[in-house]
């Protein structure tokens, strides 16, 4: 397509539950970016992938987060055992340049933990 | 890691006045400097952006400036208009992209 999308739009998940958000890359890029903004506007980056490899996950927080880009399915980013913390928005942004070049976000999914 | 700073934190102009936007980084290693605007509850759009291998780029009432000796960049918009209000970003880096805190945008008709 020609805009990244994110589904679900909102997740409400209690503490200690699994939660699982999607994302589509622009058709035909091949980086695939997560952030997290949280209530103050700050964006911090998770992982990004190179097609269906990590390129960079210096971000994720190791013990809950985990993420993948699989051939012909959407990307993921699964949180373990969320919590109240983890509540935010999180983007996923594409771009069919390296180097972090020309990144496009999706809408967004809002995360709210209880 | 790469550190963005930005000011102000919040800007209203009347319709029809400029509006800069400044933001610092401070990695001499970042090379690329995109500049995206949010709406309210939509994700990041970008506008523009700048690579370390120019000093300033236009798009019609959008310009951008790098100072890569100083690390600092800015975002001018002239004649602004009520659709401009929104939440302002700069971001730097390399192969990765730091953001700054974000401007809110307030343009008064």
């Known amino acids: 397509g020609e805009e990244v999308a994110q589904t679900p739009k909102h997740l409400v998940r209690g503490e200690g539950q699994k939660a699982k958000l999607y994302c589509a890359p622009i058709?035909?890029?091949?980086?695939v970016f997560w952030y997290q903004q949280v209530l103050k506007n700050e964006f911090k980056f998770l992982i990004s992938?190179?097609?269906?490899?990590?390129?960079?996950e210096t971000g994720m927080p190791k013990e809950r987060f985990s993420a993948k880009c699989l051939p012909n399915s959407p990307c993921s980013l699964e949180i373990q055992a969320t919590k109240l913390e983890d509540s935010a928005v999180y983007f996923c942004?594409?771009?069919?340049?390296?180097?972090?070049?020309?990144?496009?976000f999706g809408p967004g999914t809002r995360l709210t933990v209880t | 890691g790469e550190n963005v700073e930005q000011h102000p934190s919040t800007l209203s102009v009347q319709e029809g006045d400029s509006a800069v936007i400044k933001c610092t980084y401070s990695d001499s290693a970042s090379n690329y400097f995109p500049w995206y605007k949010q709406e309210l509850g939509k994700g990041p759009q970008l506008i523009i952006d700048i690579r370390s291998n120019v000093g300033e780029k236009k798009d019609q009432r959008i310009a951008v400036t790098l100072n890569k000796t100083a690390k600092h960049f800015s975002l001018h918009i002239t004649e602004t208009q009520p659709e401009d209000s929104a939440v302002y970003f700069c971001a730097g880096g390399y192969q990765k992209v730091t953001f700054g805190i974000g401007t809110k945008l307030q343009v008064i008709p």
């Open positions: 058709k035909g890029h091949s980086y």
């Open positions: 942004a594409s771009s069919h340049l390296a180097d972090g070049y020309e990144q496009y």
């Open positions: 992938f190179q097609n269906e490899n990590v390129f960079d």
